[in-house]
């Protein structure tokens, strides 16, 4: 899936929609286990090592469509910066392709702004089960919509959406160091073994590198994200930001470092290797 591919929007819906279930299944597990490593209440007030699942149903629910909705945009993207890059360079007789790694920044970025519209509410209902304040992501869920009479409608939506601006701060990082780095990792490969297909097993060691460096780098933004969707009360970023200084300095932003990037890492290998799979098994591009 080279960058001059032409992309298929069913392709790309699909393959995403795959890889985020997939992934978000099957590594459910350590996500819960970091979660409440970041939690303010503690690793073991927050439920420890027992109901790991706890919440997977607001996983199963939303991690389909916000991984969709990421490769349709990240794709079209990508595409539509490529093509307009090969004209302007065919017009003005220009070579090299020192723009795409800006492209595919630019492309992950807009990506993360359309999923975060599905992940997260689904992070907040999620996290919320994770953390043990509520049995279940549907009680969790339940909790939220019962504060329409006093919130409104619009109170109940911001809820629902509470650490968005930190969610996106965070993504949108994350993808940017990602996703460069897997697809210059796939065109080196290429250009080593003179094919234009990329395998899963490859796309998914690519992914899982690429994966490890953006998580270490971003997790005192994630452990900011979790402690904002987790108040009982809607904070402030910047106050939030200096209470966790004060209450456990520094440090507390690196909590969970090792199941994030453990869970990343793995993740990144699962959700760029099915991807690979599943877009080269519905395009009929080359090896699986």
Same mark, same amino acid.
């Given at each position: ?80 910066? #490529?093509? &307009?890059?090969?004209?302007?360079? !065919?017009?003005? +007789?220009?070579? @090299?392709?020192? =723009?795409?790694? $800006? ?89 080593? #073994?003179? &094919?234009?297909?990329?395998?899963? !097993?490859?796309? +998914?060691?690519? @992914?899982?590198? =690429?994966?490890? $460096? ?75």
């Amino acid at each position: 899936m080279s960058s001059q591919t032409p992309w298929s929007f069913s392709t790309a819906l699909l393959a995403g929609g795959l890889a985020g279930t997939t992934v978000d299944l099957s590594l459910y597990p350590l996500d819960t286990l970091k979660t409440r490593l970041q939690s303010s209440s503690g690793f073991l007030a927050s439920g420890g090592f027992s109901g790991i699942y706890r919440g997977v149903g607001s996983a199963i629910v939303g991690s389909a469509p916000g991984a969709a909705l990421f490769f349709c945009t990240y794709e079209f993207s990508k595409s539509f910066l #490529s093509a &307009r890059r090969h004209a302007k360079q !065919v017009a003005e +007789g220009q070579t @090299g392709d020192w =723009a795409a790694p $800006i492209e595919h920044m630019l492309a992950a970025s807009l990506g993360e702004v359309a999923a975060c519209a599905v992940r997260v509410p689904t992070e907040v209902v999620k996290q919320r089960a994770q953390a043990g304040q509520y049995p279940s992501s549907l009680f969790a869920l339940r909790a939220i919509l019962s504060q329409h009479r006093a919130l409104g409608i619009s109170g109940v939506w911001m809820e629902l959406y509470r650490g968005w601006s930190v969610t996106i701060m965070r993504e949108v990082p994350f993808t940017v160091i990602q996703f460069p780095l897997w697809e210059s990792m796939k065109e080196y490969r290429r250009r080593k #073994s003179g &094919r234009d297909a990329i395998s899963a !097993v490859e796309s +998914g060691l690519f @992914g899982s590198a =690429a994966g490890a $460096i953006a998580a270490g780098i971003t997790t005192p933004l994630d452990v900011l994200k979790t402690r904002m969707m987790l108040a009982k009360e809607k904070t402030a970023m910047v106050p939030l930001l200096r209470q966790i200084l004060k209450d456990s300095g520094p440090r507390a932003f690196f909590a969970g470092i090792g199941p994030r990037v453990l869970w990343i890492s793995a993740g990144g290998a699962i959700f760029l290797g099915s991807y690979q799979w599943a877009y080269n098994s519905l395009s009929g591009e080359g090896k699986l």
